[in-house]
């Protein structure tokens, strides 16, 4: 089965300024598909970025970035230039790529609660 | 707006007795989702559906059941075998397809308490 760890429960970072949150994962797959989710104090959880691992290019979506390490199984998160907005607690996740069965689902880390700070 | 409807957003519960939570969604997403969101745990995964008259159990099954008669409804209900049912419920559907089935969208959530 597969896992998925976030070493840092919490995070803190000056408004502007840049924060990554770290994920590692187990697996014996291949082929696989890797997410970074937010849920704001609203509770409403949003999908922040994906990444397909057979692609070696990191996903980026605008100050949104990951650093996917396939050998090292580790896919890490940078916000740049934090916004207030940013502050939530923030999802690794992961999803086999293998069609049917059980695997349309998600195995979600413990989680990261991000503070920003003005 | 499409979106993921997921009511009551409160609830309390005496123990013994049975609750459903609702989960309605007109994004017509054939793939529902009930998760299980407890403080320092994550997500764990209750029931998912991929279809219609089809649902299969999660990591956590027991002491739940559900329901999925229509397509943009998945129902929860917590039964009186869940032994700490006090939790907060979040409701997703996601895009069919192995492509976007990881691509999930949230409602709001339920807060389940238990006096």
């Known amino acids: 089965a597969q896992t998925v760890t976030q070493s840092q429960p919490e995070m803190s970072v000056q408004e502007a300024e840049t924060v990554t949150l770290s994920c590692t994962y187990d697996?014996?797959?291949?082929?696989?598909?890797l997410f970074w989710y937010k849920q704001p104090p609203s509770r409403q959880m949003i999908l922040v970025i994906r990444?397909?691992?057979?692609?070696?290019q990191n996903a980026t979506e605008n100050r949104f970035s990951v650093n996917f390490q396939k050998a090292a199984k580790s896919f890490s998160l940078k916000i740049s230039d934090s916004q207030l907005g940013d502050a939530a607690m923030y999802f690794c996740?992961?999803?086999?790529?293998?069609?049917?069965?059980?695997?349309?689902?998600?195995?979600f880390g413990k989680g990261t609660l991000l503070t920003v700070n003005p | 707006d499409g979106g993921i409807t997921q009511s009551p957003k409160y609830l309390f519960r005496k123990e013994g007795q049975n609750v459903t939570l609702s989960c309605e969604q007109n994004?017509?997403?054939?793939?529902m989702y009930w998760y299980r969101q407890d403080p320092g745990q994550g997500l764990r995964l209750i029931y998912y559906?991929?279809?219609?008259?089809?649902?299969q159990k999660g990591d956590i099954a027991e002491g739940y059941s559900v329901s999925r008669e229509k397509k943009e409804s998945f129902p929860l209900t917590v039964t009186s075998a869940q032994k700490n049912p006090t939790a907060f419920y979040l409701c997703?559907?996601?895009?069919?397809?192995?492509?976007?089935?990881?691509?999930?969208?949230f409602g709001e959530g339920s807060r389940l308490t238990v006096l």
């Open positions: 997703a559907s996601s895009h069919p397809g192995p492509i976007r089935a990881g691509e999930l969208f």
């Open positions: 697996t014996s797959e291949s082929d696989y598909y």
């Open positions: 559906s991929q279809i219609v008259n089809d649902f």
């Open positions: 994004l017509n997403h054939d793939a």
């Open positions: 990444q397909e691992a057979y692609k070696q």
């Open positions: 996740a992961y999803r086999s790529s293998w069609s049917g069965g059980s695997n349309y689902k998600l195995t």
